[in-house]
């Protein structure tokens, strides 16, 4: 779908659109639609977000059973705090991998 958004871009910029109605017709910031117009033909066809689109991060269930560890540790120290901020700074201060706090809100719901 980004890509498709940038090839649209550049095609009405080319019929002669103005930025400002492309942004509005594309539903993008006027920011966003200059950088697509003045990519290269080859950079428009790229997606460089580091992953598949529509497809989520990969974590193991090792990481979800930690995550859940944690929870439970806290539940039976009795801790006032136990909600997914705490468990997502607890995980990350003691791990060298950090997980994303939407995954340990997923994980600790699911």
Known sequence: MLIEKRKK???LFKNGWS???ISRHLVASKDIVCKWVKLGNDEVSQDNRGWKKS????YTKQQ????KNIRTELEKEES???GAKVVHAN???SNTTNVSKRFVDRTLKG
């Open 9 to 11: 871009a550049k095609g």
């Open 64 to 67: 979800k059973e930690e995550i």
């Open 19 to 21: 930025i400002r109605k």
């Open 91 to 93: 995980y990350n201060n």
């Open 55 to 58: 497809k989520p991060r990969k």
């Open 80 to 82: 006032f705090f136990i």
